[in-house]
């Protein structure tokens, strides 16, 4: 298995709802991603997991909060989001957190805020 | 500060010709030159990745280059096809885990 997957693919949610991303790999990657991707912009980093530790948050607001359950699952739970946050959310992930990993993507997850 | 830059912006070219696309980068140290392709609202897949001492790579009709001293990488894509419509994003990945996105070319393909 040589996938990312990501769920759900479209989501719609008010400033006052509190949803979630999941992101789930099954490569034995310990280090997983999130990414943010506004209209013809390139993806922006997020967060960084390495062996299931946050090891990078590029000061991203504490509207959103990143979990990592295990291995192999990529959380990133939202709250009280702004309309300026919708976005494609990428997950991705890598065999290891040093550099010489490539990243694999996952399809992403559109996320439209009213 | 690291910076990836592409060019051209985007490009329009006919199905079957070949193009060129070009990545720019300032990123130091250097890890490793990475070159994916985006189709809209989709996740990026890699094309091909590069090292310090790897000069060219090919994976099927995508051939890179990488010039490390000057630091400047190419996409070469040979008898283009409709489905090569994407945008490519040259991705430069330094010391630190610290990855660098550059900017992307939006190819177009047209019949």
């Known amino acids: 298995d040589t996938e990312v997957t990501q769920t759900p693919k479209h989501l719609v949610m008010g400033m006052t709802n509190k949803k979630s991303l999941k992101c789930e790999q099954h490569m034995g990657h310990r280090a997983m991603y999130w990414y943010k991707q506004k209209a013809k912009k390139p993806p922006e980093l997020m967060f960084v997991?390495?062996?299931?530790?946050?090891?990078i948050n590029e000061s991203v607001p504490s509207r959103f909060s990143p979990e990592c359950p295990n291995s192999s699952l990529l959380n990133l739970h939202l709250h009280a989001l702004q309309p300026e946050d919708s976005a494609l959310y990428l997950c991705?992930?890598?065999?290891?957190?040093?550099?010489?990993?490539?990243?694999?993507f996952g399809p992403g997850t559109r996320l439209t805020v009213l | 500060k690291n910076q990836v830059e592409q060019s051209p912006q985007s490009l329009i070219i006919l199905e079957g010709k070949n193009c060129t696309l070009q990545c720019n980068y300032t990123v130091s140290p250097f890890s490793n030159l990475r070159w994916y392709k985006q189709d809209t609202g989709r996740g990026p897949v890699s094309l091909t990745i590069m090292t310090f001492s790897e000069n060219t790579k090919s994976n099927g009709r995508y051939t890179a280059t990488l010039d490390a001293d000057t630091k400047q990488s190419s996409l070469h894509i040979t008898a283009s096809q409709l489905s090569d419509s994407a945008s490519y994003i040259c991705v430069v990945t330094g010391g630190y885990q610290k990855v660098t996105f550059g900017t992307g070319t939006k190819l177009q393909v047209i019949p």
């Open positions: 991705a992930s890598s065999q290891a957190g040093g550099s010489q990993g490539e990243q694999f």
């Open positions: 997991y390495s062996y299931e530790k946050l090891s």
